[in-house]
């Protein structure tokens, strides 16, 4: 994170502890970010307990929090039209300067590899790549981390779109940006959370499936498999597969195995890690593009309809608004079946 921040140095030699606790923005704010615009947008920290924070915006708007107990702080601060840039300034016992803000319309895009797949990986990729100028589109792309509680953060960073960031960044998310831009006129901000062959389920809170089969069965899976886990045995495990695969060369090399809960696809985990901290961050939507591991078999695609709806209706309570949710629906890649079964 590239932030400007000073601290307020305690004076006098007879203070023997100088508390020196930094006000610290959440991991979604930083330099090159685009806040939502028009909105009371929730901003929100950490700093020391009882410390008071100031969020101010270079155009005029600002607001004050207390961090609580836990040393967490949060504020809406009133954001402007479509434009910028812009700085926001964060007050406490130092100071934090974020540069380079614009004020526009942010779009989550999350799914499994159909989201995931970069640009340049895309048809007219080189030209895409080259034509990708676009200094008021901005680029945030989540990394991996399935846990099994909800975390407070996430890890990443906000890019400036253009030829040598954009083709790293997920094609949808580009595309979806770039005629956004071009149609509006405002500045676009663009977070990608996404994991190819992940399920719907691995998406959801699983305070919100606890009760649903399907979820329930994929839990009990992995659960079993987690009681029969040991590191040691994994590691005694991994190091005689590579030996096997070093001598003969064929084949995938072999992984280390971890323990089954920490799976990307163990229900709730990338909601919990790459979700989750980005909530409540003020959105203009969602795009979502997600669904063909949950179409391996005919029941479990059945399903699909209760679980997306499911996971749409616990973003938008996690984010306190009726969020515009947009679900991209799968093409067909397989051969017809005259009698699917």
Known sequence: MRLKVSTIVCAGAALPVCAMAEVKPSGLFMDHMVIQRETQAPVWGAADVGEKVTVTGSWGESATATAGKDGKWSVKLQTPKAGGPHSITFQGKNSVELKNVLSGDVWLCSGQSNMQVTLKTTTGASKNIADANYPNIRMFSVERNPVLKAADDCGGEWNVCSPQTASKFSGVAYFTGRELHKNLDVPIGLISSCWGGTDVEAWTPWAHQVEDSFALAMKSKLDEKAQGYSPEKAQA?????????????????????????????????????????????????????????????????????????????????????????????????????VNPV
Request: net charge positive.
């Open 237 to 337: 495990d991994y190091e005689q597969n590579l030996k096997k695969w070093e001598n003969k060369k064929r084949g995938r090399k072999p992984t280390l195995m971890g323990d089954p809960r920490m799976k990307q696809n163990y229900p709730g985990n990338l909601y919990n890690g790459m979700i989750h901290p980005l909530a409540p961050f003020a959105l203009r939507g969602v795009v979502w593009y997600q669904g063909e591991n949950n179409a391996q078999e005919m029941a479990e695609a059945e399903h699909y309809r209760v679980q997306l709806a499911r996971m749409v209706r616990s973003w938008r309570k996690v984010w306190g608004q009726g969020i515009p949710f947009y679900s991209v629906q799968l093409p067909n890649f397989k051969d017809p079946q």
